[in-house]
């Protein structure tokens, strides 16, 4: 089973970011949303995954990094067990002020679970 994270898991284009935010919303946490498009691409032969961490609700570019470093570990071993799809996580919610180390793990136990709702 590979669980790596190449070019291809991963949404290049505007068009694909929008047709999967236009689609329907799969999963909601307290920090994040989930979405996919209402009709899977075609040429998907593993799911895909696309990141938006807007700077109003992560102010500091280090939180911004860790957030994205921590969903994609998480993406990349959950990657095999998810239906192929385009998948968009997106940052909805001012991040709170604690330290980098609670962060990491209030972040991987929400998109854990929001990626086990996924399937």
Known sequence: ?????????????PSEYASALKGRRIARGALF???TPRQSSASADSARLGLI??????TR??????IKRVIREAFRLQRPLLPPNDFVVRL?????????RQLRVL??????SLFQKAR
Do not use: G
């Open 61 to 66: 570019a280090v939180t911004r990094n860790t």
């Open 107 to 112: 972040v991987r136990t929400e998109i854990d």
């Open 33 to 35: 949303v989930v979405n």
């Open 53 to 58: 961490i807007p700077k109003r609700l992560a």
């Open 92 to 100: 909805h919610t001012k991040v709170p002020d604690v330290s980098l």
């Open 1 to 13: 089973m590979r669980t790596d994270y190449p070019a291809s898991a991963r949404l290049h284009r």
